[in-house]
T-cell receptor
């Protein structure tokens, strides 16, 4: 079953604009993670936000978590062409603590120079 | 510190052949996860292994698929008698601890094409 569902599925913006991606999940979670995948490559971990945190920053990235709404958002500010990639949210499987991550379908971001 | 290594990067097999995918975790990591990604989709968990043990194989198809992580050497994902539907990218990830509380480090993936 899908733990995370993301929207939009695709997003196209101009360089310098902000990009916001949303993720909704179904069960209670310990944490939520965001990953980036460049075309044809592996995933790179971006940020992990724990269930007792509401907001977290890392450089141009800002992640929020609303456990009451079971949703998270990833904001990329001042986007660059190099930010073009697919972005996935992932959360540990609800009933286990074995590190099994359940991924969303992803948001494909295109940043036009 | 080398990252997660996977080989081969690309693998072409004919229907009915066997595919062996290898994964060497990051140094110091004893927890390995395998995921499969179909085109235009997110990653689907397959199996979680520690050295010499399968901890969670709830995402593995019941037949033809097996995984191991021996005491020495890389983790291996084996697919016997491949079919076209096995064509996908297979990613390995490792972490220093085996809980969902930490990030996972992913390899570049093996892209399997079944002809």
């Amino acid at each position: 079953s899908q733990q995370g569902e993301e929207d939009p599925q695709a997003l196209s913006i101009q360089e310098g604009e902000n990009a916001t991606m949303n993720c909704s999940y179904k069960t209670s979670i310990n944490n939520l993670q965001w990953y980036r995948q460049n075309s044809g490559r592996g995933l790179v971990h971006l940020i992990l936000i724990r269930s007792n945190e509401r907001e977290k920053h890392s450089g141009r990235l800002r992640v929020t978590l609303d456990t009451s709404k079971k949703s998270s958002s990833l904001l990329i500010t001042a986007s660059r062409a190099a930010d073009t990639a697919s972005y996935f949210c992932a959360a540990p499987h609800g009933s286990s603590n074995t590190g099994k991550l359940i991924f969303g379908q992803g948001t494909t971001l295109q940043v036009k120079p | 510190n080398a990252g997660v290594m996977q080989n081969p990067r690309h693998l072409v097999r004919r229907r009915g052949q066997e595919a062996r995918l290898r994964c060497s975790p990051m140094k110091g990591h004893s927890h390995v996860y395998w995921y499969r990604q179909l085109p235009e989709e997110g990653l689907k968990f397959m199996v979680y292994l520690q050295k010499e043990n399968i901890i969670d194989e709830s995402g593995m198809p019941k037949e033809r698929f097996s995984a191991e992580f021996p005491k020495e050497g890389p983790s291996i994902l084996r697919i016997q008698q491949v079919v076209r539907g096995d064509s996908a990218a297979y990613f390995c990830a490792s972490s220093p601890v085996g809980t969902g509380s930490y990030e996972q480090y992913f390899g570049p993936g093996t892209r399997l094409t079944v002809t």
